[in-house]
C-alpha cells in the first residue's frame, strides 16, 4: 500500500481473507470479544481489559495467539473470521512485493478486494460459530440501544426523527415511532453509545457492532428484507471494521480517544 503502510508489518492485516484449512488461534491476531464497554473484566486475576487489548494491538511485531482454553463466558469470536477452519491468506497485493512492483499496488486494489470480499459474504458459507456470534453481537447492540434511548437527549433526538420522516418505515427502537432509514439509524446508533455499554472488538481497537447494525436494522426494515439478509449485512459491515480497524491501530501508548 504505497505511501499508507509506510513499511510497517500490520497493515498487512487489512489485506488478508480467509482461506480452508489450519487453526484460527494460531494466527497473529488478538481474540476478540463481546465486552461492555467498561474495560472490566471479571475474571478472577485478569488484568483489566484495556491492558489485555494494548497487549494485542500495536503497530510492531506480532500479536500473541488465543490460550487454549477455550471460548470464555461473556467471549464472542470474531464474527468475520470464526470460521472453525479457517485461515489467513494474503491478498495478491499483501505479498511484500518488491519495492518497483509495490508501488503499483495501491490503496484502491486493497480496499476494492475487501468490499469484493464483504459483498460475496452469504449466511450459508458461515459456520455455526460465526452465525452465533453474529446474533450475541446483534442481541448485545439492541439492548445498548434500548437502554440509552431512555436519557432524555435520545428521546429529544426521538422526537425530531419521527418529525422528519413520519411515516418511515424504520423503527425508533424505545420510543414507539418510526422514521426513515437515517434518521433511524442516527437515532438509534447514538442511543446505542449513550451509556458505553456496547460491545468491544479487540482486533479493531474499537466498537464496530454499534457502526454496523443500527444502518444495517434501518435499511432491512425499509426495504423489508429477511433475517438473512440482515446478518450477512452484520457479518459484512464488522468484518470491514474489524480489518481497517486492525491494520490502522494505534500505538499501544496512545488512546484513540486523546484523553
Request: glycine residues 12%.
Amino acid at each position: 500500500m504505497d505511501g499508507a503502510c509506510h513499511g510497517r508489518e500490520p497493515c498487512a492485516d487489512l489485506r488478508t481473507l480467509p482461506a480452508q484449512g489450519g487453526d484460527p488461534r494460531r494466527q497473529r491476531r488478538g481474540p476478540h470479544d463481546l465486552g461492555s464497554g467498561t474495560g472490566v473484566d471479571h475474571r478472577q486475576g485478569a488484568a483489566p481489559r484495556h491492558r489485555r487489548l494494548h497487549a494485542v494491538r500495536g503497530l510492531d511485531g506480532p500479536r500473541p495467539a488465543l490460550d487454549d482454553a477455550g471460548p470464555r463466558s461473556g467471549d464472542a469470536e470474531l464474527i468475520g473470521r470464526a470460521r472453525a477452519e479457517a485461515r489467513l491468506r494474503p491478498l495478491p497485493c499483501a505479498r511484500r512485493p518488491a519495492a518497483a512492483a509495490r508501488r503499483e499496488c495501491s490503496l484502491s486494489d486493497y480496499l476494492g478486494q475487501l468490499a469484493a470480499h464483504a459483498a460475496a459474504i452469504r449466511l450459508d458459507a458461515l459456520p455455526a460459530s460465526a452465525i452465533t456470534a453474529t446474533k450475541l453481537v446483534l442481541l448485545d447492540t439492541l439492548g445498548a440501544i434500548v437502554a440509552g434511548s431512555r436519557l432524555d437527549e435520545n428521546v429529544r433526538l426521538a422526537r425530531l426523527a419521527s418529525a422528519r420522516a413520519r411515516h418511515g418505515a424504520a423503527t425508533l427502537l424505545g420510543h414507539g415511532s418510526h422514521s426513515d432509514a437515517f434518521w433511524a439509524a442516527l437515532t438509534n446508533a447514538t442511543a446505542g453509545v449513550a451509556l458505553e455499554v456496547d460491545e468491544g472488538n479487540r482486533l479493531g481497537g474499537g466498537h464496530p457492532a454499534i457502526h454496523v447494525v443500527p444502518g444495517a436494522l434501518a435499511v432491512a426494515e425499509e426495504r423489508g428484507l429477511d433475517g438473512r439478509r440482515l446478518l450477512e449485512s452484520i457479518v459484512a459491515g464488522y468484518e470491514v471494521c474489524s480489518r481497517i480497524g486492525g491494520a490502522t491501530t494505534v500505538r499501544p501508548n496512545v488512546h484513540s480517544h486523546g484523553t
